[in-house]
């Protein structure tokens, strides 16, 4: 069965300090992975994707890796900012199209001055 | 800037009184999608057009139907909207062709069901 798990389910962390988060996917045959950050109450943006052959890949202060034999990728982001207080999406895709995308139900993190 | 726009950000309305939620979009994708999200939980696709290709999910209720009229607009009206229909309604698209999943979302539609 195709599924993605997040974790932790949420996570509160200090101002400056840095977090990684972890997502787990069955999802068979993979094509990649997206992370998404969705604000409260606002639609998803896309923050980074990883393909099969692509192992660390940086978006500004946030660095997603994927292992795609163990099937784990990871979101780590550094020196937080209160305006990373959001929850942060999973979506891995089957390689029969863009249409079959596998979500996770998302990190809830909270930035704390 | 090109974008996806759902109205109303906010809809509040009685059990079983008919509900229309917009979306529109500049980015000239043919594919869209509606999905439904309750609180902490992941997105759930409804139904998705590939162009005028209607793709309903098996276990969408029939409560819930889309009409899109052309590329740029897509409608989800839900018939009789019961209590546990309460939730964010968020319009997405994407570019058919191109497999690398990105899905670009509107605000969402948060509907109150009294």
């Known amino acids: 069965k195709n599924q993605v798990e997040q974790s932790p389910q949420s996570l509160i962390i200090l101002e400056g300090k840095n977090c990684t988060l972890q997502?787990?996917?069955?999802?068979?045959?993979?094509?990649?992975l997206r992370w998404y950050k969705q604000d409260t109450g606002r639609g998803p943006v896309s923050l980074t994707i990883?393909?099969?052959?692509?192992n660390t890949k940086s978006n500004g202060r946030y660095t997603a890796t994927l292992d795609a034999d163990t099937k784990q990728s990871s979101l780590h982001i550094t020196a937080s900012q209160l305006s990373d207080s959001a929850s942060y999406i999973c979506?891995?895709?089957?390689?029969?199209?863009?249409?079959?995308?596998?979500f996770g139900t998302g990190t809830r993190l909270t930035v704390i001055p | 800037d090109a974008m996806v726009i759902q109205n109303p950000r906010y809809q509040v309305t009685q059990f079983g009184k008919p509900v229309t939620l917009s979306c529109s979009q500049t980015?000239?994708?043919?594919?869209m999608y509606w999905y439904q999200q309750k609180s902490s939980q992941a997105p759930k696709l409804l139904f998705h057009?590939?162009?005028?290709?209607?793709?309903n999910e098996a276990d969408t209720p029939d409560n819930f139907q889309s009409r899109r009229p052309n590329t740029s607009f897509c409608f989800l009206d839900i018939r009789s909207p019961g209590l546990g229909d309460a939730a964010m309604y968020l319009c997405?698209?994407?570019?058919?062709?191109?497999?690398?999943?990105?899905?670009?979302f509107g605000e969402g539609s948060r509907l109150t069901v009294l």
């Open positions: 997405a698209t994407s570019r058919s062709g191109w497999n690398t999943g990105e899905l670009f």
């Open positions: 997502c787990n996917y069955t999802v068979s045959p993979f094509s990649n």
């Open positions: 990883m393909t099969f052959s692509e």
């Open positions: 979506v891995v895709s089957h390689q029969t199209g863009a249409n079959n995308l596998f």
């Open positions: 980015l000239n994708h043919n594919v």
């Open positions: 057009y590939y162009d005028k290709d209607f793709n």
